[in-house]
């Protein structure tokens, strides 16, 4: 059997779980917007607001938070006419092929999940199904659309495992090649922000200290304020990268500057490697107003216009629908489902 050829097509989502962070910006919706600028492939982007509610959302701080989102990613660069930009709820196919997935994806498969362990941990039995069969629903958002490349942080990569798995075990029960054989796109020197307050601990919209994290809601002063008042150690930046091992606080705004820079670490070692953080960090902090002040200013802007942003959003699910629904149709066939 000839292996079919797929359109080339970028999916990926995000939670809309409110408080966004220079985590989520450089370790996610900035690398959509540069796959965008890439060019041949199709780009699809997603707020999964249905990934959300497996555990309680309060329904006014779910709509906030998803128009919050599609806000973010509109901010930092999405074009809603060169990517399609949607929440996942709009889209009712993801939720039809999740109930396929579901009869094909195995407990066995479902109960391995980490993010599993680690969210339900010793309260399983009061944790939602939905929660235990997320990675199914994450696999029909992704082969709705039969997407070539996810873009994923690397505590995602086990779930984008699970979907290779599904897709392989469908085409064979049913003797076919019809879902492919999804690639993860991880890579980047932003794809893991780490706390301004601890270098050991990812940046996080929960940590009680709001200097821990640049919110991508806080102006220019309190961007460069918290910069300068990251931690760090005593010892100025070495010449070489990998001399940083052992040096968390240090490593993490080495990365922040390569990712606001876009440049790899070495490139950004060739630049401040020497200098002490009385230098370093007055001219990171520069940098991350100049990047992300106006992404605050135009997420502002939107956030004050909720009817544009649910406008885009609703083109979008209409675009989405144009591929998603042949695919289920064909899925339904395959299957042997009559509709």
Not at 72 to 83: K, M, T
Not at 97 to 109: E, K, Q, S, T
Not at 246 to 258: D, K, Q, T, W
């Given at each position: 059997m000839t292996e079919p050829r797929f359109t080339p097509r970028v999916f990926s989502g995000i939670q809309p779980s409110g408080g966004l962070t220079l985590g989520n910006y450089l370790g996610a919706i900035k690398r959509f917007a540069d796959m965008?600028?890439?060019?041949?492939?199709?780009?699809?982007?997603?707020?999964?607001?249905?990934?959300?509610?497996?555990?309680?959302q309060d329904p006014a701080a779910l709509t906030r938070n998803t128009r919050e989102l599609a806000?973010?990613?509109?901010?930092?660069?999405?074009?809603?006419?060169?990517?399609i930009l949607f929440n996942q709820s709009r889209v009712p196919e993801h939720a039809q092929?999740?109930?396929?997935?579901?009869?094909?994806?195995?407990?066995?498969?479902m109960g391995r999940m980490t993010q599993w362990k680690d969210k339900a941990g010793k309260n399983a039995e009061n944790a939602s199904l939905g929660l235990f069969a997320y990675p199914a629903l994450m696999a029909a958002?992704?082969?709705?659309?039969?997407?070539?490349?996810?873009?994923?942080?690397?505590?995602?990569?086990?779930?984008?495992?699970?979907?290779?798995?599904?897709?392989?075990?469908?085409?064979?029960?049913?003797?076919?090649?019809?879902f492919p054989m999804t690639e993860p796109v991880i890579e980047g020197t932003g794809t893991r922000v780490m706390s301004l307050r601890d270098g050991t601990r990812k940046m996080s919209k929960s940590d009680p200290s709001d200097a821990s994290r640049i919110n991508l809601t806080d102006d220019a002063d309190a961007i460069a304020r918290k910069i300068r008042k990251a931690r760090t150690d005593p010892d100025p930046l070495?010449?070489?990268?990998?001399?940083?091992?052992?040096?968390?606080?240090?490593?993490?705004?080495?990365?922040?500057?390569?990712?606001l820079r876009?440049?790899?670490?070495?490139?950004?070692?060739?630049?401040?490697?020497?200098?002490?953080?009385?230098?370093?960090?007055?001219?990171?902090?520069?940098?991350?107003?100049?990047k992300l002040a106006?992404?605050?200013?135009?997420?502002?802007r939107l956030m004050n216009d909720p009817a544009e942003i649910d406008r885009i959003m609703a083109r979008g699910a209409e675009r989405a629908r144009e591929i998603a629904a042949p695919i289920l149709a064909e899925t339904y066939r395959i299957t042997g489902m009559i509709g």
């Open positions: 965008q600028e890439a060019g041949g492939h199709q780009t699809i982007y997603c707020m999964v607001d249905m990934h959300a509610i497996t555990v309680w806000a973010g990613y509109l901010a930092a660069g999405i074009d809603p006419e060169r990517s092929l999740a109930w396929i997935f579901n009869c094909v994806a195995r407990m066995g498969w958002d992704i082969l709705v659309y039969h997407a070539t490349h996810v873009p994923v942080g690397e505590d995602q990569k086990q779930h984008l495992e699970l979907t290779r798995d599904i897709a392989a075990k469908f085409n064979h029960d049913y003797g076919v090649e019809f070495p010449q070489d990268y990998k001399a940083l091992d052992g040096r968390p606080e240090a490593r993490n705004l080495v990365n922040i500057f390569a990712a876009d440049i790899s670490t070495d490139a950004a070692m060739a630049q401040v490697g020497g200098q002490n953080f009385g230098e370093f960090k007055p001219m990171l902090a520069d940098l991350a107003v100049e106006p992404v605050s200013a135009e997420m502002a």
